[in-house]
């Protein structure tokens, strides 16, 4: 899909895959343990130490890119790695592999990948869909004229909205190919409950700009702002059943130190309260699949952390795989 088939709209915007060493700061040990299907050490290249690891269940990882780049310096080379028949295959497209991935989002069916990255680098970041029905199947859905991020799926797996860089958001039909503009805005995400939540950067009377979450409908009606925050938020995230969202929150020293979880509504706002337990910047994070908890990345540290929103407690869950690689995974739905 090109720029020209782009529509504009009517009236009507990785977690840090742990290592095998599992401790408990503030909850009971973890005791179910699954270990990965392939030794990760036959995957990885030169310049990166791992081996066998493992995953607290029911959190199992079955995509991760890996980088040779030590944190926090960027990730510039990466390869996608995928769970397939219970071992890991290597994502390429036309031969080419993944060197700089920005995002990657399974489908609701945890059949599909979305991946907003580039084949060929120095390169714009593209739209790829991944099949794994069958063994691995690459396919180019959106090329445009400037960087696209921040993929997600609708809950009927239908469509994707997606952010083309500097702060556009797009919805893509899978069956028409259609491209069509949807908002001024970044880092959409599409709940359960077919809400896309986005975060908008808005100027005051004083020209300061502060970042707030609003809400939209996949048509492009029903905008409203759903969170006005006391400072800068990121990274809006829907619970699972669509009935929560959390965000990153930053602090006065510009930090995202902090995580807070609304009411689908924007109501009920809790902090989830992480400096008193040495998680105090927060690089990203995801919800745990039926369980009310949250996978925190600490980038103090680079562990990955899980934290109950029901007992309060936060449990480490493991560290990263080497000093030299860092590896980003999805959960699947």
Do not use: C
């Not at 009507?12 to 343990?33: F, G, I, M, W």
């Not at 400096?275 to 995801?286: A, G, L, N, T």
């Amino acid at each position: 899909m090109t720029e020209e088939n782009a529509k504009q709209p009517s009236d009507k915007d990785n977690l840090v895959s742990p290592s095998a060493t599992t401790e408990n700061k503030q909850a009971e040990e973890h005791t179910s343990l699954r270990p990965s299907p392939t030794p990760i050490s036959n995957l990885v290249g030169e310049g990166v130490i791992v081996d066998n690891k493992v995953l607290p269940e029911p959190l199992g990882y079955l995509a991760f890119t890996a980088t040779n780049w030590p944190y926090p310096q960027p990730a510039i080379a990466a390869n996608l790695y995928v769970e397939v028949n219970e071992k890991f295959e290597l994502v390429s497209l036309n031969g080419a592999n993944f060197p700089n991935i920005l995002d990657l989002d399974w489908s609701p069916d945890g059949q599909q990948l979305v991946i907003a990255g580039t084949v060929n680098s120095p390169g714009r970041s593209n739209l790829y869909l991944v099949r794994l029905e069958g063994g691995i199947d690459v396919e180019l859905l959106v090329e445009l004229d400037a960087d696209i991020l921040n993929a997600t799926w609708s809950p009927d797996g239908q469509k994707i909205a997606f952010e083309v860089w500097p702060g556009e958001i797009y919805t893509v039909d899978l069956e028409q190919r259609d491209v069509i503009h949807l908002s001024i805005g970044m880092q959409p995400d599409w709940s359960s409950q077919d809400i896309i939540a986005f975060v908008k950067a808005e100027k005051d009377e004083n020209e300061n700009i502060s970042t707030n979450i609003y809400t939209i409908a996949p048509d492009g009606s029903g905008l409203r702002q759903l969170i006005k925050p006391r400072y800068n938020v990121s990274q809006p995230q829907w619970s699972f059943d669509g009935q929560e969202i959390a965000y990153q929150v930053m602090d006065s020293n510009k930090v995202y130190s902090s995580i807070s979880v609304a009411d689908s509504n924007g109501k009920n706002v809790k902090q989830v309260r992480l400096k008193e337990q040495s998680v105090d910047e927060i690089m990203f994070f995801s919800w745990v699949p039926h369980e009310n908890s949250l996978l925190l990345a600490n980038m103090k540290d680079g562990n990955l952390y899980t934290y109950n929103l029901a007992t309060q407690t936060v449990m480490l869950v493991g560290r990263p795989y080497s000093p030299r690689g860092y590896y980003y995974a999805k959960v699947r739905p």
